[in-house]
């Protein structure tokens, strides 16, 4: 009687034996699957960037709790790493500091979680390269919340052909590590805003592009996401083996309430617009002759009806009250941006030629003059990191091979590379730089054969003159000529006590025939020596 009973049972639940082998599956090819609770695989990609730094959530959220900063502090932290923009650093201290106060209340239930609050999403107008993505990026580092950065052109209004906008609240998730307590307090910023609108085309709207502010403002004011998307492949087999399961499934979601949304666009035409409605057009000469400081002053008087005329909903730019603009950088700014601030890009070159023992250094005149040229690329901040590659491109590839270990790069050198390039070669010891990258071939030959290589000094000067010619490194050219002389030479020195043998001129000019010759004449005594010996 219990025996029927049990297999009734059985028969009542026919997906639990399912679950079991296909657990057993994922388990044998090594996937990280649990079928009770999916973890997040930080790897899957998804719309928007994901953070590489690893989040303590539960420290995170500790922190999140007792949020005490000041907007002074904030400001001051920000200035230690980004030059200029004050006045966006004091809007975005401030709204910072308000709404993670909110937060705080709302945890420690000094404010109820369904009082009516009006959310401080920000909206960041300025030219590209003057630090609105480093801005939110680094105080999010601060306050230690997730941090997901997306582009706006990347989301369709679907989601089939494009991105699904709730997938930056789902890469929330997995930036908190599962924790959805921490990632609904986190931060989603959303650049080239202004790229989903098209009032500057035929006269009417992008209807996708419509289509993406709409779901947007769903976000941006409060819904529930699912965990999961609907689309993910784990969350459909997740489905899957509860099906049968007698206890229902609990869906995962995620509130939108309190995650802060900010956004930012140059707005290239808004100016225009803001222009018009002031009745301060221009045209002719005096338009092209319009400073940038001046149109930064006609982006700080943008009013919602102007950004409604650009191409945006009221309801959506009606959800982003707090607005501030970003001045382009000027000469003096990118100074400043190479010599003051931490973490500048100079201490990335400084490292990279580290790597080769090379100390690399900047005379005040050449850090100006690469400022200077920056400017010119009109792309901001991000100038500097191309003048610095067009500068360093060929010291990068030549010096490493040198025996130079000092550079000191001068305004000279910024503004004539190569042949700054060339006198520095100039003072390098030719000789020592051969000795020691043909030193670096035979020690690797070595290591690899057993055999020590003896080049000649004419042998090596030859590699030397191979290499010039042939515009390679000399251990390239090592590498190219004997290619075939390990197995050749282990033969020739099988029986032999001593494994080195000597490099002529001979074996580097014609290598092929001076190893072919050795073999012949090694196989011709062992002949004789055996003919010899009954």
């Known amino acids: 009687m219990v025996e029927k009973e049990k297999e009734s049972d059985d028969k009542q639940n026919p997906f639990e034996e399912l679950t079991k082998q296909f657990s057993d599956i994922l388990g044998k090819v090594g996937a990280n699957v649990q079928i009770a609770s999916f973890p997040f695989n930080r790897s899957e990609e998804a719309a928007g960037d994901i953070s590489d730094e690893e989040i303590d959530d539960q420290e995170a959220l500790k922190r999140v709790k007792n949020f005490n900063l000041r907007p002074k502090e904030i400001k001051d932290y920000l200035d230690r790493f980004i030059i200029s923009q004050d006045e966006a650093k004091k809007v975005l201290s401030v709204a910072i500091c308000d709404h993670y106060n909110h937060i705080r209340n709302i945890i420690a239930q000094k404010v109820h979680r369904n009082q009516e609050y009006m959310k401080q999403n920000v909206l960041i107008l300025g030219p590209t390269g003057v630090g609105k993505t480093y801005l939110i990026k680094t105080i999010a580092k601060l306050i230690g919340v997730p941090f997901v950065k997306a582009d706006a052109t990347k989301f ?4 089939y052909v494009g ?12 930036i908190a590590n599962g924790n959805v307590a921490l990632a609904q307090y986190g931060i ?27 779901n947007l403002l769903k976000l941006m004011e409060e819904t529930d996401v699912s965990a999961f998307s609907q689309t993910d492949m784990l969350n459909q087999v997740r489905t899957l083996m509860s099906f049968g399961n007698s206890k229902k499934q609990a869906v995962e979601k995620i509130n939108t309430k309190n995650i802060l949304f900010i956004v930012s666009g140059a707005f290239d035409k808004l100016g225009d617009i803001v222009k018009k409605r002031m009745g301060t057009a221009q045209i002719g000469f005096a338009a092209a002759e319009q400073s940038a400081d001046r149109d930064f002053e006609f982006l700080t008087q943008a009013q919602t009806e102007d950004f409604i005329k650009y191409g945006f909903e009221p309801e959506f730019i009606g959800r982003l009250p707090v607005r501030v603009a970003c001045k382009a950088l000027g000469e003096s700014e990118l100074e400043k941006i190479l010599s003051s601030v931490e973490g500048s890009i100079i201490r990335q070159y400084r490292e990279d030629f580290a790597g080769y023992d090379i100390d690399l250094g900047f005379e005040d005149g050449a850090l100006k003059e690469i400022a200077k040229e920056a400017v010119k690329e009109k792309t901001g901040a991000r100038g500097l990191l191309t003048i610095l590659e067009r500068v360093f491109r060929d010291m990068k590839f030549e010096l490493p091979s040198t025996t130079i270990r000092k550079v000191v790069l001068t305004a000279e050198g910024v503004r004539d590379p190569r042949e700054y390039l060339k006198n520095v070669l100039r003072y390098c010891d030719r000789t020592n730089d051969l000795l020691g990258d043909i030193g670096r071939f035979v020690a690797s030959f070595e290591g690899n054969f057993g055999i020590h290589l003896d080049f000649t000094p004419s042998a090596m000067e030859e590699v030397g003159r191979i290499a010039e010619a042939d515009q390679m490194g000399v251990v390239g050219v090592c590498n190219r000529l004997f290619e075939d002389f390990g197995y050749g030479l282990q033969l020739l020195l099988k029986d032999s ?10 074996a580097v000019q014609r290598p092929d025939k001076f190893l072919s010759d050795r073999i012949t004449n090694f196989y011709k005594d062992f002949s004789v020596g055996n003919s010899c010996n009954p």
């Open 497 to 506: 006590e001593s494994k080195h043998f000597e490099i002529p001129r001979e």
């Open 188 to 214: 989603i910023f959303i650049d080239e805003i202004d790229k989903i609108t098209n009032a500057f085309g035929d006269g009417g709207r992008d209807i996708s592009g419509r289509g993406v502010q709409i």
């Open 156 to 159: 369709s209004e679907t989601g």
């Open 163 to 174: 991105g699904d906008v709730e997938d930056l609240v789902r890469n929330l998730i997995k």
